[in-house]
T-cell receptor
Framework: DAEITQSPRHKITETGRQVTLACHQT?????MFWYRQDLGHGLRLIHY???????NKGEVSDGYSVSRSNTEDLPLTLESAASSQTSVYFC???????????????FGAGTRLSVL | AQKITQTQPGMFVQEKEAVTLDCTYD???????LFWYKQPSSGEMIFLIY??????QNATEGRYSLNFQKARKSANLVISASQLGDSAMYFC???????????FGAGTRLAVHP
């Protein structure tokens, strides 16, 4: 069965360190997204990609970067981790940017990141 | 800009009864979709149901139905015959072609009591 996998599931790091969260999907979806979830804010979009070599900033992109070198993977990098980046991170994918149905997003299980 | 508002931070319902979770939205795009996701305590986000702005009929998916009132800009989720396993956070989200991404509401926590 197709799926979307995030790793690690839990991560503890120190402020100032670089951290990379992995996201791998086997849906063969064009679109991939990274969100962070914090109490009272729902999910907020960090970065997204509509295909290989395409990346775009979301509403809370400062301090984060992504790269898309293949269809399956969209790693999220925190360049210099800050305590404000302690959160739960979700990766998602959808089939197509065209049409409502193609934009149903399927989510990974999430990564809980603590920055101390 | 697009916006989703979920005004009920928490709801509870008795097992086997129906419950309605509210969602109102704002968008200037005539073509959009509304989505509901469930997040149980285990943390994963599970897609439940969607409604397109041009769909004439309200969407249904098993025990889930979407009460779509376009003029009022509301897309409430109705869960019939609640089960204990329905206890979770529920998120409403909007997608429109003009913005090309999902915007989520803050969520409603539903507790189903036996």
């Amino acid at each position: 069965d197709a799926e979307i996998t995030q790793s690690p599931r839990h991560k503890i790091t120190e402020t100032g360190r670089q951290v990379t969260l992995a996201c791998h999907q086997t849906w063969n979806h064009n679109n991939m997204f990274w969100y962070r979830q914090d109490l009272g804010h729902g999910l907020r979009l960090i970065h997204y990609s509509y295909g290989v070599q395409d990346t775009n900033k979301g509403e809370v992109s400062d301090g984060y970067s992504v790269s898309r070198s293949n269809t399956e993977d969209l790693p999220l990098t925190l360049e210099s981790a800050a305590s404000s980046q302690t959160s739960v991170y979700f990766c998602a994918s959808s089939e197509s940017p065209h049409g409502i149905l193609g934009n149903i997003q399927y989510f990974g299980a999430g990564t809980r990141l603590s920055v101390l | 800009a697009q916006k989703i508002t979920q005004t009920q931070p928490g709801m509870f319902v008795q097992e086997k009864e129906a419950v309605t979770l509210d969602c109102t939205y704002d968008t200037s795009d005539p073509s959009y979709g509304l989505f509901w996701y469930k997040q149980p305590s285990s943390g994963e986000m599970i897609f439940l149901i969607y409604q397109g702005s041009y769909d004439q009929q309200n969407a249904t998916e098993g025990r889930y139905s979407l009460n779509f009132q376009k003029a009022r800009k509301s897309a409430n989720l109705v869960i019939s015959a609640s089960q204990l396993g329905d206890s979770a956070m529920y998120f409403c989200a909007i997608f429109s072609g003009g913005y090309n991404k999902l915007i989520f509401g803050a969520g409603t926590r539903l507790a189903v009591h036996p």
